[in-house]
């Protein structure tokens, strides 16, 4: 089991920056990959950008060259640096765990969302 709680959340204006964070309720190391997904209105849900355990980013494309994943592993805690932000970022955003058995067979795990507006 992993709880996961999200921060960072709130109104910006284009161009501007925030950073969100998740912190996870066991080490971050235990888990496989940890990211971020979001979802805006009558979207899909979709990735924006994940972590693995040891420490290889990926990102969405639309979010490449602007947004950063980072973690600090004393806090168990991940990381969003968002920068030069646009309006078709808002959303609500989501933090999520991976964990993957010998099995086969992987857990999800979510946090209960922030809320990221960019608007003027």
């Known amino acids: 089991q992993v709880q996961l709680v999200e921060s960072g959340g709130g109104l910006v204006q284009p161009g501007g920056s925030l950073r969100l964070s998740c912190a996870a309720s066991?080490?971050?190391?235990?888990?496989?990959?940890m990211g971020w997904y979001r979802q805006a209105p009558g979207k899909e849900r979709e990735l924006v950008a994940g972590?693995?355990?040891?420490?290889?980013?990926n990102y969405g494309n639309s979010v490449k060259g602007r947004f950063t994943i980072s973690r600090d592993s004393a806090k168990n805690t991940v990381y969003l640096q968002m920068n030069s932000l646009k309006p078709e970022d808002t959303a609500v955003y989501y933090c999520?765990?991976?964990?993957?058995?010998?099995?086969?067979?992987?857990?999800?795990?979510w946090g209960q969302g922030t809320q990221v507006t960019v608007s003027s």
């Open positions: 999520n765990a991976k964990i993957a058995y010998k099995s086969g067979l992987t857990d999800d795990y």
């Open positions: 066991r080490n971050i190391f235990s888990i496989n990959t």
């Open positions: 972590i693995t355990s040891g420490g290889a980013p």
